[in-house]
């Protein structure tokens, strides 16, 4: 077979593996329009809708319409108006996080990332999923039990795909024999069990008052949240069950939380291993700074250079996204034929050599410098850190805003050191998880607050207080 290339997207003949009798696995961006295509359907391949235990929720759903019936009914929620709305909440969630470092900071003691960023996630999107947040933040320390939780969600993934069917087999054991085994998968059953609790309490009080979220005074209005919505919406009774439901919340709650959290801690750690990256950063953000909403935020460059560069690199979803088109799929001269499981990795597009030089090498700069506008639209393209098509991620407006808001207001309150924190150790994806996960045992990335900065906009630089 004579190789092939494509100068824009590195294509070669090898670009196309069958990596299982009923899989092909395609890294070329150029086909990445016709498997992730809008308006066409897309099935999910069987052996990928199980490997976290929710075969009902949304991620689950292996037929097309099935998951269009079922995203029709959540995206509103998740629409940039949508969050907009939700911002003073992210902010007052996002100060409270902030708080905790400070007493960290006053008591000497470090912060582990991974910990924080979970628990104003998960703060966030309890909240706004079922009216009663996690309150993950009123813990000193970010309530770590709940980062073991996420983590367990994904500690499967490998032996399901290997295993089909092996997460619905444990999910029948009983709670103590699976702590025992696997005390990150015994984690994952107790989150599940957290989510059933806020479900049924979200079912009985819709059956009881006609509202899942009835208000107690008449003159105020209840807040509409996800699942109060899902429960007075069109939807069919089946898919308004208490198992369905506590599928779909679980999917969402982890999802938000897990990924972010990840992409959040790579920033962080990159930002923070270059000091004249930080003094230019604060230099932009000194004008804006304490209170920016989030469209300000997103008006200055290198922090949203930073942002984008930080997703980029992270590659949060490095697992292959598999689906199946009912037609055949013609991939350059090689024909598909239909209800094939094709799968594609965001990871190869944007850690492609070709569109993005050194592609592990955390540069921000790589979005503000000039450059061809072939080139420009080469890298957007290729700047899939939430997929894209039908099944993309649902989230990706809450995730922006929390991002942006997280790195814009500790890095305005704080001068933050690395403490015991190695790239190859505690960063960089060693293990596909679906998720990208760092060595096995790592905490991830530490930090210590050296200095609380002024608040004030005339005196970002000023400190208020040192800790020795």
Request: with cysteine; proline share 7%.
């Given at each position: 077979?004579?190789?092939?290339?494509?100068?824009?997207?590195?294509?070669?003949?090898?670009?196309?593996?069958?990596?299982?009798?009923?899989?092909?696995?395609?890294?070329?961006?150029?086909?990445?329009?016709?498997?992730?295509?809008?308006?066409?359907?897309?099935?999910?391949?069987?052996?990928?809708?199980?490997?976290?235990?929710?075969?009902?929720?949304?991620?689950?759903?292996?037929?097309?319409?099935?998951?269009?019936a079922?995203?029709?009914?959540?995206?509103?929620?998740?629409?940039?108006?949508?969050?907009?709305?939700?911002?003073?909440?992210?902010?007052?969630?996002?100060?409270?996080m902030?708080d905790?470092?400070?007493?960290?900071?006053?008591?000497?003691?470090?912060?582990?990332?991974?910990?924080?960023?979970?628990?104003?996630?998960?703060?966030?999107?309890?909240?706004?999923?079922?009216?009663?947040?996690?309150?993950?933040?009123?813990?000193?320390?970010?309530?770590?039990?709940?980062?073991?939780?996420?983590?367990?969600?994904?500690?499967?993934?490998?032996?399901?795909?290997?295993?089909?069917?092996?997460?619905?087999?444990?999910?029948?054991?009983?709670?103590?024999?699976?702590?025992?085994?696997?005390?990150?998968?015994?984690?994952?059953?107790?989150?599940?069990?957290?989510?059933?609790?806020?479900?049924?309490?979200?079912?009985?009080?819709?059956?009881?008052?006609?509202?899942?979220?009835?208000?107690?005074?008449?003159?105020?209005?209840?807040?509409?949240?996800?699942?109060?919505?899902?429960?007075?919406?069109?939807?069919?009774?089946?898919?308004?069950?208490?198992?369905?439901?506590?599928?779909?919340?679980?999917?969402?709650?982890?999802?938000?939380?897990?990924?972010?959290?990840?992409?959040?801690?790579?920033?962080?750690?990159?930002v923070?291993s270059?000091?004249?990256?930080?003094?230019?950063?604060?230099?932009?953000?000194?004008?804006?700074?304490?209170?920016?909403?989030?469209?300000?935020?997103?008006?200055?460059?290198?922090?949203?250079?930073?942002?984008?560069?930080?997703?980029?690199?992270?590659?949060?979803?490095?697992?292959?996204?598999?689906?199946?088109?009912?037609?055949?799929?013609?991939?350059?001269?090689?024909?598909?034929?239909?209800?094939?499981s094709?799968?594609?990795?965001?990871?190869?597009?944007?850690?492609?050599?070709?569109?993005?030089?050194?592609?592990?090498?955390?540069?921000?700069?790589?979005?503000?410098?000039?450059?061809?506008?072939?080139?420009?639209s080469?890298?957007?393209?290729?700047?899939?850190?939430?997929?894209?098509?039908?099944?993309?991620?649902?989230?990706?407006?809450?995730?922006?805003?929390?991002?942006?808001?997280?790195?814009?207001?500790?890095?305005s309150?704080?001068?933050?050191?690395?403490?015991?924190?190695?790239?190859?150790?505690?960063?960089?994806?060693?293990?596909?998880?679906?998720?990208?996960?760092?060595v096995?045992?790592?905490?991830?990335?530490?930090?210590?607050?050296?200095?609380?900065l002024?608040?004030?906009?005339?005196?970002?630089?000023?400190?208020?207080?040192?800790?020795?």
């Amino acid at each position: 077979m004579s190789m092939k290339s494509s100068a824009c997207t590195g294509y070669t003949a090898s670009s196309i593996v069958r990596i299982a009798p009923g899989e092909v696995h395609i890294d070329d961006l150029d086909f990445y329009d016709t498997l992730y295509a809008l308006g066409v359907k897309r099935d999910k391949d069987p052996l990928h809708t199980q490997i976290f235990g929710t075969p009902l929720s949304l991620f689950g759903s292996e037929f097309h319409e099935v998951h269009k019936a079922r995203r029709s009914a959540i995206n509103p929620f998740f629409s940039r108006s949508s969050v907009l709305r939700l911002e003073p909440m992210i902010q007052q969630r996002v100060q409270q996080m902030c708080d905790r470092f400070g007493d960290l900071g006053k008591r000497g003691e470090p912060v582990l990332l991974r910990d924080a960023f979970v628990a104003v996630t998960i703060d966030i999107v309890t909240e706004y999923s079922f009216a009663k947040s996690a309150d993950t933040l009123a813990d000193p320390y970010f309530a770590p039990h709940w980062e073991k939780m996420m983590s367990g969600v994904t500690e499967a993934v490998p032996l399901a795909k290997a295993l089909p069917g092996i997460v619905q087999v444990i999910q029948q054991l009983p709670l103590s024999w699976v702590r025992v085994m696997n005390p990150l998968l015994g984690s994952f059953f107790d989150y599940s069990n957290i989510i059933r609790d806020q479900v049924a309490t979200a079912i009985y009080t819709h059956h009881a008052t006609g509202s899942a979220n009835a208000s107690k005074d008449p003159e105020k209005p209840a807040r509409t949240t996800v699942f109060q919505d899902l429960l007075e919406s069109s939807l069919p009774p089946h898919e308004k069950s208490e198992e369905r439901l506590t599928q779909e919340g679980v999917g969402m709650v982890s999802a938000a939380a897990e990924t972010t959290s990840i992409a959040l801690a790579t920033t962080m750690f990159h930002v923070l291993s270059d000091p004249s990256l930080v003094a230019r950063l604060r230099d932009e953000m000194r004008p804006a700074m304490p209170g920016a909403d989030w469209l300000t935020l997103e008006s200055l460059p290198l922090l949203t250079a930073i942002v984008k560069e930080g997703l980029r690199i992270t590659t949060a979803i490095c697992g292959r996204l598999p689906l199946m088109a009912p037609e055949p799929l013609q991939y350059r001269e090689w024909t598909i034929p239909p209800n094939t499981s094709v799968s594609m990795s965001p990871r190869d597009a944007l850690l492609n050599p070709t569109i993005f030089p050194n592609p592990k090498a955390f540069d921000p700069d790589r979005w503000l410098r000039p450059t061809s506008e072939a080139a420009k639209s080469q890298m957007n393209r290729a700047y899939l850190p939430f997929n894209k098509g039908s099944r993309m991620c649902l989230g990706f407006n809450l995730a922006y805003a929390d991002i942006y808001h997280t790195i814009s207001s500790l890095l305005s309150r704080f001068d933050l050191e690395l403490v015991d924190t190695v790239r190859e150790r505690d960063v960089d994806m060693i293990r596909d998880h679906f998720t990208a996960k760092a060595v096995r045992g790592s905490e991830g990335v530490k930090v210590r607050v050296v200095r609380v900065l002024s608040e004030d906009k005339e005196g970002m630089e000023e400190g208020t207080c040192t800790f020795e």
